[in-house]
């Protein structure tokens, strides 16, 4: 595998800064609602972000990943039918270990994995049938494989895959509705890095 133009490419003391666009994708899995039954939908959503990696050996790597996202909820199959609940906005910071298999090649792959806590605010009831809307805020794992390739230098093009493992509670209406699911959303990323 060729090696990057400077011949240096990532190694132990490199931190890397990344500015993505990500679609963050909830799959609502193993949702339910009680009191009137149905499931659970919450809406994709594109962000930027940003994220930084430090390399403790060349091949090795801690990753902070910051970005918050907007996504409307709903129920649906419920005995009122499909129920507009409300919209939230979500903060998942999550920190990862990652293996970069080449990190001294113009592609170089990782995978990583590590942990989040996502965290829910500025939550609307959507009114009506909602009117008032909390979300529980909850730890979860994460697993990532991703990729660099040089462009030039210092600079890099990314493509990266996370699968955010992370469930949560919300009280509809003070508790009188409850709602759980797993929302654990597929996050996918293209972006721009800057080796440091």
Do not use: C
């Not at 193993?30 to 972000?49: K, L, Q, R, Y």
């Not at 090649?105 to 008032?132: L, M």
């Amino acid at each position: 595998m060729a090696q990057t133009a400077d011949g240096v490419g990532k190694q132990a003391g490199s931190i890397l800064v990344r500015a993505r666009l990500i679609d963050v994708i909830p799959e609502d899995s193993t949702s339910s609602i009680s009191a009137i039954g149905g499931h659970v939908n919450a809406t994709d959503s594109f962000t930027p972000e940003v994220d930084f990696s430090y390399f403790l050996t060349d091949n090795i790597a801690l990753e902070l990943i910051a970005a918050t996202t907007r996504h409307s909820i709903s129920g649906g199959g419920t005995a009122l039918g499909p129920v507009q609940v409300g919209s939230t906005w979500v903060l998942p910071p999550a920190l990862t270990v990652q293996y970069h298999f080449m990190p001294k090649g113009i592609f170089s792959p990782y995978v990583g994995a590590g942990v989040n806590y996502t965290i829910f605010y500025d939550t609307t009831a959507a009114g009506g049938t909602v009117n008032k809307l909390s979300l529980e805020d909850n730890w979860g794992g994460v697993l990532q494989a991703g990729a660099d390739f040089e462009l030039s230098g210092r600079w890099f093009a990314n493509v990266d895959v996370k699968q955010i493992f992370v469930d949560t509670k919300a009280k509809l209406n003070a508790g009188a509705i409850t709602a759980k699911t797993a929302l654990n959303p597929t996050v996918v990323s293209l972006g721009i890095g800057y080796r440091f």
